[in-house]
Nanobody, 119 residues
Framework: QVQLVESGGGLVQAGGSLRLSCAAS????????MGWYRQAPGKQRELVAA???????NYADSVKGRFTVSRDNAKNTVFLQMNSLKPEDTAVYYC?????????????WGQGTQVTVSS
C-alpha cells in the first residue's frame, strides 16, 4: 500500500520561509509526477506546484518566484521550498503523486500538513 507522508508545516510570520517534505513508501515503482496542492478554508483544493519527469516544474501563478518544487528521484521524495510567505498562503498543503506523466498528479495523496502565515 502506497503512503505519502508530509512534514515541515507550521506557523511562520509573513515574509518567512518553510520547507515541506513528502516521502513515499510502499511504492514498487517510481512516481513520474509528484507535487503539492493546498486547500484554504472555504476554498477548493488547488495545485501549487508539480514536478514531472522530462518536464520543467509547473507552478500556480500565485507562487511563482516564491516557491520551488524539487525531488529526490531515488527516494521518491518531493520538497516544496516556500519563501516570502504571505498570509494568503495559509492552507492545508497536500502532497500528491502519480505514475503518469501529468502536470497534475492526483492518484495518491498525503494526509496534509497545516501551514499558517501570520501577518
Amino acid at each position: 500500500q502506497v503512503q505519502l507522508v508530509e512534514s515541515g508545516g507550521g506557523l511562520v510570520q509573513a515574509g518567512g520561509s518553510l520547507r515541506l517534505s513528502c516521502a513515499a513508501s510502499g511504492s514498487i515503482f517510481r512516481f513520474n509526477s509528484m507535487g503539492w496542492y493546498r486547500q484554504a478554508p472555504g476554498k477548493q483544493r488547488e495545485l501549487v506546484a508539480a514536478i514531472t519527469t522530462f518536464r520543467a516544474p509547473n507552478y500556480a501563478d500565485s507562487v511563482k518566484g516564491r516557491f520551488t518544487v524539487s525531488r529526490d528521484n531515488a527516494k521518491n521524495t518531493v520538497f516544496l521550498q516556500m519563501n516570502s510567505l504571505k498570509p494568503e498562503d495559509t492552507a492545508v498543503y497536500y502532497c500528491a503523486a502519480s505514475g503518469d506523466y501529468t502536470r497534475e498528479p492526483k492518484d495518491y495523496w498525503g494526509q496534509g500538513t497545516q501551514v499558517t502565515v501570520s501577518s
